[in-house]
Nanobody
Framework: EVQLVESGGGLVQPGGSLRLSCTAS????????MAWVRQAPGKGLEWVSL????????MYADSVKGRLTISRDNAKNTLYLQMDSLKPEDTAVYYC???????????WGQGTQVTVSS
């Protein structure tokens, strides 16, 4: 059974930092591209970032470029999102997702809440 479990969310002041983690199990993590997707209160899903299977290529939404950094450790089956210079508009539930060979996101974690507020 594919499982993705996020952790690391919380309350942080504007300008602060957080690091999210997503631990994967039930599949060969190193074979898949992985992404972070978020949902702000009352809004739809927003794609945030993607990393290819070997970590060699990363992509970011314009809204987070230069502030958020995606990475992975295939030996630990773990995906990360380093979040710096956080803004109130980064407040959302953050999900990790697996991208399949058809470029669809076929498995999702339960999400972790990030709140940026003073």
């Amino acid at each position: 059974e594919v499982q993705l479990v996020e952790s690391g969310g919380g309350l942080v002041q504007p300008g602060g930092s957080l690091r999210l983690s997503c631990t994967a199990s039930g599949f060969t993590f190193a074979n898949y591209a992985m992404a972070w997707v978020r949902q702000a209160p009352g809004k739809g899903l927003e794609w945030v970032s993607l990393i290819y299977f070997n970590g060699g290529t990363t992509m970011y939404a314009d809204s987070v470029k230069g502030r958020l950094t995606i990475s992975r450790d295939n030996a630990k089956n773990t995906l990360y999102l380093q979040m710096d210079s956080l803004k109130p508009e980064d407040t959302a539930v953050y999900y990790c997702a697996r991208r399949d060979i058809y470029y669809s996101y076929d498995s999702w974690g339960q999400g972790t809440q990030v709140t940026v507020s003073s």
